[in-house]
C-alpha cells in the first residue's frame, strides 16, 4: 500500500517555529517529487513548497519564501518543511503528496498520492 503519513503539527505562538515530517511507505522517494499543500477553513487547497525527486530542486510560495525550507532525506523515504517566523495566516491543515514527474508549477490535481494532512495552528 503506498502511503504517506505527516506528522509534527500542533499549535504554536506568532513568530514560533514548527517541523513537519512526511514519511513514505510502499514505495521510495528516489524517483518522486513531494509537494507541500495547505488548506484553511473556506479556502481552496494552495501549493506551500515542493522539491524534486534528487532533492536538488526545491520551489516555494511566495507567501512562504525566506520563512520555510523542505527537505529531502531519500535514506529516510522522509520530505521534511520546516517552518520559521509563523503567522496566524499560516494556520491550516497541511498535506504532503507525491507526484512522479517534475514538482515546479504543479497544481494539487497532478499528484497522485496524498497524506491525512496535519493540524497547524499559529496564534495571535
Known amino acids: 500500500q503506498l502511503r504517506l503519513v505527516e506528522s509534527g503539527g500542533g499549535l504554536v505562538h506568532n513568530g514560533g517555529s514548527l517541523g513537519l515530517s512526511c514519511a513514505a511507505s510502499?514505495?521510495?522517494?528516489?524517483?518522486?517529487?513531494i509537494g507541500w499543500f495547505r488548506q484553511a477553513p473556506g479556502k481552496e487547497r494552495e501549493g506551500v513548497s515542493c522539491?524534486?525527486?534528487?532533492?536538488?530542486?526545491?520551489n516555494y510560495a511566495d507567501s512562504v519564501k525566506g520563512r520555510f525550507t523542505i527537505s529531502k532525506d531519500n535514506a529516510k523515504n522522509t520530505v521534511y518543511l520546516q517552518m520559521n517566523s509563523l503567522k496566524p495566516e499560516d494556520t491550516a491543515v497541511y498535506y504532503c503528496?507525491?507526484?512522479?514527474?517534475?514538482?515546479?508549477?504543479?497544481?494539487?490535481?497532478?499528484?497522485?498520492?496524498w497524506g491525512q494532512g496535519t493540524q497547524v495552528t499559529v496564534s495571535s
Open positions: 503528496a507525491a507526484v512522479g514527474q517534475p514538482c515546479d508549477g504543479l497544481g494539487p490535481e497532478e499528484y497522485n498520492i
Open positions: 510502499g514505495f521510495t522517494l528516489d524517483y518522486y517529487a
Open positions: 522539491i524534486s525527486s534528487s532533492g536538488l530542486d526545491t
